[in-house]
């Protein structure tokens, strides 16, 4: 599976972004999909994920009411809309996929995207 993230860009605190993850290579529908954010210095974090099935989604706490994941598997493609961005938000977001249930633990992941950079400025 290949995966490739867009969307991101340099927004002011509470601007909205929308992310894209577009796959190919196999059944894009078989595997969880999840969002995580990276920033210098820290360890990869959880952002979002959502099941095969689009019927369950997760958040972090730290972005719950103000990110939306979803996916059209017909399109072979996740989103995120990022709403009331804060400073804090910034990172370089990185999709991925994963075969069974939905983990917080990018290290059950099996393929990635090569990221994409949202910079929030206050």
């Known amino acids: 599976v290949q995966l490739q993230a867009s969307g991101g860009g340099l927004v002011q605190t509470g601007d909205s972004l929308r992310l894209s993850c577009a796959a190919s290579?196999?059944?894009?529908?078989?595997?969880?999909m999840g969002w995580f954010r990276q920033v210098p210095g820290k360890e990869r974090e959880p952002v979002a994920g959502?099941?095969?099935?689009?019927?369950?989604?997760y958040y972090a706490d730290s972005v719950k009411g103000r990110f939306t994941i979803s996916r059209e598997n017909a399109k072979n493609t996740v989103f995120l809309q990022m709403n009331s961005l804060k400073p804090e938000d910034t990172a370089a977001y990185y999709c991925?996929?994963?075969?069974?249930?939905?983990?917080?633990?990018?290290?059950?992941?099996?393929?990635w995207g090569q990221g994409t950079q949202v910079t929030v400025s206050s």
């Open positions: 991925a996929v994963r075969l069974g249930t939905y983990s917080t633990d990018y290290r059950a992941y099996y393929y």
């Open positions: 290579g196999r059944t894009f529908s078989s595997y969880v």
């Open positions: 959502i099941s095969w099935s689009g019927s369950n989604t």
